[in-house]
């Protein structure tokens, strides 16, 4: 079956560093890619719309500039949060749906990165 | 914009009961509609996914509908188990855009 990996899984940094967050579809090719966050004991949050090629697409609220996302391949997204602040602590989580194949269209979703910040 | 409800929000059953979980949607223009589960701390785990041509699915213990003209779907679970305890989310896909319902925190009672 399809596969998405996110690295890390954990991260704790300090208050005004920026964190990177790594997407990959290990099996198979995503031309679109989602990344989400999660706070405690709610559902996800749609954050951006990440397109290999093309810059992204954020939901209202969401600020590009703090969370920057790159595509750079058919198999890689990656989110990075820029001036971490402990607001931004949470899970994030990406998905991504085949481009091709019989799981077109479905979702695999990655494991999920938690973000601590001090 | 599509906006996704889950009713109930909690639900707490023992040992062997058949449940039903409902999921609601606004806008029927959709890909696909999937449920997942997420156990505390964890990602998601895909359970059933429905093309938006699609009627039902069924895994096991496991059957979904989808009623794309009143905006509806529902999880049945047949003869759940403590471990169907986590929360449930539905999920809505539609062209670059994919919502979650809030989900359902379901408990199985040995």
């Known amino acids: 079956g399809a596969v998405v990996s996110q690295h890390p899984s954990r991260v704790i940094c300090k208050s005004g560093t920026s964190v990177k967050i790594e997407c990959r579809s290990l099996?198979?090719?995503?031309?679109?890619m989602f990344w989400y966050r999660q706070f405690p004991k709610k559902s996800l949050m749609l954050m951006a719309t990440?397109?290999?090629?093309?810059?992204?697409?954020?939901e209202q609220g969401v600020e590009k500039d703090k969370f920057l996302i790159n595509h750079a391949s058919l198999t890689l997204s990656t989110l990075t949060v820029t001036s971490a602040h402990p607001e931004d602590s949470s899970f994030y989580i990406c998905s991504a749906p085949p481009a091709t194949g019989p799981s077109y269209n479905e979702q695999f979703f990655g494991p999920g990165t938690r973000l601590t910040v001090l | 914009k599509q906006e996704v409800t889950q009713i109930p929000a909690a639900l707490s059953v023992p040992e062997g009961e058949n449940l039903v979980l409902n999921c609601s949607f606004t806008?029927?223009?959709?890909?696909?509609l999937q449920w997942f589960r997420q156990d505390p701390g964890k990602g998601l785990t895909s359970l059933l996914l429905i093309q938006s041509s699609q009627r039902e699915q069924t895994s096991g213990r496991l059957n979904a509908s989808l009623d794309k003209s009143s905006g509806r779907s529902t999880l049945y679970i047949a003869a759940s188990q403590p471990g169907d305890s986590a929360t449930y989310l539905c999920?809505?896909?539609?062209?670059?855009?994919?919502?979650f319902g809030a989900g359902t925190r379901l408990t199985v009672k040995p």
């Open positions: 806008d029927s223009a959709i890909y696909n």
């Open positions: 099996d198979f090719q995503a031309t679109t």
């Open positions: 999920a809505v896909r539609a062209y670059n855009d994919m919502r």
């Open positions: 990440s397109n290999e090629g093309s810059k992204a697409t954020y």
